[in-house]
C-alpha cells in the first residue's frame, strides 16, 4: 500500500511530505491509520543525524490512530479499534517481567530505526528502504506499523489529539515523579525547563499531592503557565542565580528535582537544590553524549541523595497509560492547554513554532 509520510532526507530536515509504501503487518504487527502525533524533543535530536540515523527516514513517537490491519498473532487489538502508540519494549526479559519496560534490555534496537529480525523493511520508496521502527511506529505519516506491545486500546469516544502526547512526554513527565521518584503527598519539588515534559511533571506533582512545586524556566509565558497548571512558585534562571532562589523558598532544600531541559549548567547547580534524602530525577537528553554530573561525594553521602536517570518515566504502558487518561477525563491532567495542533504536512512550521516558543507541544493531525 501507498501512504503520506513526512520524511527526513538528510540531517535536520527539512521534512518532505511524500508518497512511500507500507508493507503489510507482520506476526506481532498492528497497521494504524494516525489521526493525531505529537513532536517530541527526541524526534528533533535524532534528525539531527548525530546519533547515527540513516537517510531517508521516517520519525514520529507520539501517535494516536485507528487500527488498519493486524499480522498473525494479534489478539489485543482489530481493525477499527483505536489505539495509542507508545514505545516498544520485547516483553521476554527479566526487566519486562518485572513492569519496567522502559528498560527493557532491547529497548534501543526495538526503538531505533532497524529492520526486521529477518532484513525486511515496513516502509520503502521504490526499491530503496526507508528508515522506520522508529520507537517501534514512526508515526509522521498516515500509515503506521507498530507491534502489539506498544500499541493500547482506547474508548471509541477517546480524543486521539488530546491524547496522543500521552505516549511519550506526558507519561515521560508525569510518570518521572510519580513512578520513578516515587512523590509522596506533602513533599516538595522542583521542576527544571518548563516544557511539555516539564509541566507534565508538574501535573504529576500536583496528581501525587506534593506541597510546593517549583519550576525554573527562563521563557516568561511558560512561567505563567506553570503557575496557571499548579506550580507554587516559578523561578527564572536570568533573575540571579537558581540555587539561592530555590533556598529562600525552601531553605532545607527540595525533596525532589527533575531535569528536563538537559542544559548542563542548570543541572549541575540542582546537586545543591537537594535537601535529606532527596531525588534527582535526569530526563533531560544533554547536548552532548559525553556530558558528565559532577556530585560532591561527601554532601551528596551525608543528605542521603539519590541521583536516577529516567526514562519514559518509567511507565508500564499497558498499567499506566489508562490511570493517565483516567486522569485527563477528571480534569486532573490538561494537556490542551500546552499543545497546539498542526496538520502533518506542516510538519516544518510546527518544528519551526516550537523552537521560537510559539508552541510547547505541536500535535499534527490527519483526517
Ligand atoms: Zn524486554
Ligand atoms: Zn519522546
Same mark, same amino acid.
Given at each position: 500500500?501507498?501512504?503520506?509520510?513526512?520524511?527526513?532526507?538528510?540531517?535536520?530536515?527539512?521534512?518532505?511530505?511524500?508518497? +512511500?509504501?507500507? &508493507?503489510?503487518?507482520?506476526?506481532?504487527?498492528?497497521?494504524?491509520? +494516525?489521526?493525531?502525533?505529537?513532536?517530541?524533543?527526541?524526534?528533533?535530536?535524532?534528525?539531527?543525524?548525530?546519533?547515527?540515523?540513516?537517510?531517508?527516514?521516517?520519525?514520529?513517537?507520539?501517535?494516536?490512530?485507528?487500527?488498519?490491519?493486524?499480522?498473525?498473532?494479534?489478539?489485543?487489538?482489530?481493525?477499527?479499534?483505536?489505539?495509542?502508540?507508545?514505545?516498544?519494549?520485547?516483553?521476554?526479559?527479566?526487566?519486562?517481567?518485572?513492569?519496567?519496560?522502559?528498560?527493557?534490555?532491547?529497548?534501543?534496537?526495538?526503538?531505533?530505526?532497524?529492520?526486521?529480525?529477518?532484513?525486511?523493511?515496513?516502509?520503502?520508496?521504490?526499491?530503496?528502504?526507508? $528508515?522506520?521502527?522508529?520507537?517501534?511506529?514512526?508515526?509522521?505519516?498516515?500509515?503506521? +506499523?507498530?507491534?502489539?506491545?506498544?500499541?493500547?486500546? =482506547?474508548?471509541?469516544? $477517546?480524543?486521539?489529539? $488530546?491524547?496522543?502526547?500521552?505516549?511519550?512526554?506526558?507519561?515521560?513527565?508525569?510518570?518521572?515523579?510519580?513512578?520513578?521518584?516515587?512523590?509522596?503527598?506533602?513533599?516538595?519539588?522542583?521542576?527544571?525547563?518548563?516544557?511539555?515534559?516539564?509541566?507534565?511533571?508538574?501535573?504529576?506533582?500536583? +496528581?501525587?499531592?506534593?506541597?510546593?512545586?517549583? =519550576?525554573?524556566?527562563?521563557?516568561?509565558?511558560?512561567?505563567?503557565?506553570?503557575?496557571?497548571?499548579?506550580?507554587?512558585?516559578?523561578?527564572?534562571?536570568?533573575?540571579?542565580?537558581?540555587?539561592?532562589?530555590?533556598?529562600?523558598?525552601?531553605?532545607? &532544600?527540595?525533596?525532589?528535582?527533575?531535569?528536563?531541559?538537559?542544559?548542563?549548567?542548570?543541572?549541575?547547580?540542582?546537586?545543591?537544590?537537594?535537601?535529606?534524602?532527596?531525588?534527582?530525577?535526569?530526563?533531560?537528553?544533554?547536548?552532548?553524549?559525553?556530558?558528565?554530573?559532577?556530585?560532591?561525594?561527601?554532601?551528596?553521602?551525608?543528605?542521603?541523595?539519590?541521583?536516577? &536517570?529516567?526514562?519514559?518515566?518509567?511507565?508500564?504502558?499497558?498499567?499506566?497509560?489508562?490511570?493517565?487518561?483516567?486522569?485527563?477525563?477528571?480534569?486532573?491532567?490538561?494537556?490542551?492547554?500546552?499543545?497546539?495542533?498542526?496538520?502533518?504536512?506542516?510538519?516544518?512550521?510546527?518544528?519551526?513554532?516550537?523552537?521560537?516558543?510559539?508552541?510547547?507541544?505541536?500535535?499534527?493531525?490527519?483526517?
Amino acid at each position: 500500500m501507498q501512504t503520506q509520510a513526512a520524511v527526513l532526507n538528510q540531517p535536520n530536515g527539512p521534512f518532505a511530505i511524500e508518497t +512511500i509504501d507500507v &508493507g503489510e503487518p507482520q506476526a506481532g504487527e498492528v497497521r494504524v491509520a +494516525i489521526k493525531a502525533v505529537g513532536v517530541c524533543h527526541t524526534d528533533l535530536v535524532i534528525a539531527s543525524g548525530a546519533l547515527g540515523l540513516q537517510f531517508p527516514a521516517v520519525l514520529g513517537h507520539e501517535g494516536a490512530g485507528i487500527v488498519d490491519a493486524v499480522g498473525p498473532g494479534v489478539t489485543s487489538v482489530k481493525p477499527g479499534d483505536k489505539v495509542l502508540l507508545t514505545f516498544n519494549s520485547c516483553g521476554q526479559c527479566r526487566h519486562c517481567h518485572n513492569d519496567h519496560p522502559a528498560y527493557c534490555d532491547g529497548f534501543f534496537p526495538l526503538n531505533m530505526t532497524a529492520t526486521r529480525t529477518d532484513g525486511s523493511t515496513r516502509l520503502h520508496r521504490g526499491e530503496a528502504a526507508v $528508515a522506520d521502527n522508529f520507537f517501534g511506529q514512526s508515526s509522521f505519516a498516515e500509515l503506521a +506499523i507498530a507491534n502489539e506491545r506498544n500499541v493500547l486500546k =482506547v474508548d471509541d469516544d $477517546a480524543d486521539l489529539v $488530546a491524547l496522543a502526547p500521552l505516549g511519550c512526554g506526558v507519561q515521560t513527565g508525569a510518570g518521572a515523579v510519580i513512578r520513578s521518584l516515587n512523590a509522596k503527598a506533602g513533599e516538595t519539588l522542583v521542576v527544571l525547563g518548563g516544557g511539555a515534559v516539564g509541566l507534565s511533571a508538574v501535573l504529576g506533582g500536583k +496528581i501525587a499531592g506534593c506541597g510546593t512545586i517549583i =519550576v525554573i524556566e527562563p521563557q516568561d509565558t511558560r512561567r505563567k503557565l506553570a503557575l496557571e497548571l499548579g506550580a507554587s512558585h516559578v523561578i527564572d534562571p536570568a533573575a540571579g542565580d537558581a540555587v539561592e532562589a530555590v533556598r529562600a523558598i525552601l531553605p532545607a &532544600g527540595a525533596d525532589m528535582v527533575v531535569d528536563t531541559s538537559g542544559y548542563q549548567p542548570i543541572v549541575e547547580s540542582a546537586v545543591n537544590m537537594i535537601g535529606n534524602l532527596g531525588r534527582l530525577g535526569l530526563i533531560g537528553v544533554p547536548g552532548s553524549l559525553d556530558a558528565v554530573l559532577p556530585v560532591p561525594i561527601m554532601q551528596w553521602l551525608t543528605i542521603g541523595g539519590t541521583v536516577r &536517570g529516567i526514562v519514559e518515566g518509567d511507565s508500564d504502558p499497558k498499567v499506566f497509560l489508562p490511570e493517565l487518561i483516567a486522569h485527563h477525563k477528571a480534569g486532573r491532567l490538561p494537556i490542551e492547554k500546552f499543545s497546539k495542533t498542526y496538520r502533518l504536512a506542516d510538519i516544518n512550521q510546527a518544528i519551526d513554532d516550537a523552537h521560537h516558543g510559539k508552541c510547547i507541544k505541536a500535535v499534527l493531525t490527519i483526517d
